[in-house]
Every structure is written in C-alpha cells, then in structure tokens.
C-alpha cells in the first residue's frame, strides 16, 4: 500500500459545486502539504500544516480550505470549483521543514467544466 | 522569491548517454531538492543537498553555492529514466516554501 494516499484520483465536476480530496499517510509524518500542478507551471503549495494544530496558507490558496482531522488525514476543499481549478493536485509529507525529503501522494486530476 | 531555472525543457537521448540536467536559482538558498515525476504523474524525491555532491544508483546530484547552481546526471541512461526532472528549492531564512522549477522533460530512446 502506498505510504501517502490521494483520493480521487480523477474528478470531474461542475462550476460551483463544492469537493474535497483527501490525502491520508502512513508515515507518522507531523507535516503535510497540498501542492497544484498546472502544465508549464511548477509546482505552487496551496496549504500546509505542521501539526493537527497548525494551518498554514501557501502560495496560492484563495478558493481552497484545508482541514487536518489527524495527524494522518489532510483534506483540501474547493468551496465552489471553477474551471481554472482545473489542475493536478498533490499531497505531500515531510517528518521535518522544508530541508526534508518530501513524499507525494499520486495525484488527483481535478477537472472543473 | 526565488527564481528556478531548468535547462533543458526537453531532452531525448539514446539508451546509455550520459545525462546532465542543470537547475539555476537566483537567492541564496538552504537546500536544493530533486524530484523525479513519472509519465503516470507520481512524483519520487531523488535527492535533498545543500552542498557538495550525493549519488544514488546511476543519479549523482552536485551543487554549486555560490554559483547557485545544481545538476542532476544519469549515467548509462535507460528508457525507465523517461520522466519529468523537477528542482527545487528552499530560500531558508524562516521561509517554509519550495519554489519549484518547470521541470525537464527526458525521453531515453532504446
């Protein structure tokens, strides 16, 4: 079983209708990250958490909101999705900062029509 | 913020060609990381250095602080090494983002 879990891995849904993709890990890692890949863009943290406690915003994260229900449940939610949320989104865990390895979950492609 | 420039974009090489994918940043960074993402979309850490040089299996990671540069090489390449190499960095100084490269894209033909 994969140590960092992403579900769905494929959504399509309309403009304006709410969804949440949760990530789960089995790493015992306290942090935990949502990231969105656009093509030719890299890679732009929406949330991170670095413990159930601790809620951070990222980059870009107007549109979404995070809930840490545990140390092993991460979940992002887009309130009312709308086309240019369309995109690849990832989790990802650390057991430390940014100077720690990351480790992905396989990705959610997200499509908003 | 942080500039991360990945040159090439594309690269096609032939079975067994040595490799070399270069990352520029423009700040002073703590450390650098090297991810690997595959055709499927799943994305692998390679390597995390702030100095000096680290290899695994064919992969050698360098970096160059103070001419803020990294490379990723893969010795003897393989068509399994066909993925999206992606770099990125971490500014340090209280930041707790990575500002991650566009990626290369390596295709190794039998």
């Known amino acids: 079983d994969a140590d960092v879990t992403q579900t769905p891995r494929n959504r399509i849904t309309k403009t304006g209708k709410r969804i949440m993709l949760e990530c789960s890990q089995t790493k015992g890692h306290d942090r935990m990250y949502w990231y969105r890949q656009d093509p030719g863009l890299g890679l732009r943290l929406i949330y991170y958490?670095?413990?159930?406690?601790?809620?951070n915003k990222g980059e870009i994260s107007d549109g979404y909101s995070v809930s840490r229900q545990a140390q092993a449940k991460f979940s992002l939610s887009l309130e009312s999705a709308i086309p240019n949320q369309t995109a690849l989104y990832f989790c990802?865990?650390?057991?430390?900062?940014?100077?720690?390895?990351?480790?992905f979950g396989n990705g959610t492609r997200l499509t908003v029509t | 913020k942080n500039e991360v420039e990945q040159s090439p974009q594309n690269l096609t090489a032939q079975e067994g060609e040595f490799i070399t994918i270069n990352c520029s940043y423009s700040?002073?960074?703590?450390?650098l990381h090297w991810l690997q993402q595959h055709p499927g979309g799943g994305i692998v850490s390679l390597f995390m250095l702030s100095s000096g040089k680290k290899k695994h299996g064919r992969l050698i990671a360098t970096i160059n602080i103070q001419e803020k540069h990294s490379s990723l090489h893969i010795t003897a390449s393989h068509p399994r090494d066909s993925a999206v190499y992606i770099c990125a960095v971490n500014s340090g100084a209280g930041s707790y983002q990575l500002t991650f490269g566009k990626g290369t894209k390596l295709s190794v033909i039998p």
């Open positions: 700040v002073g960074i703590s450390a």
């Open positions: 990802a865990t650390s057991d430390g900062g940014f100077n720690s390895p990351l480790h």
């Open positions: 958490s670095f413990d159930v406690k601790d809620i």
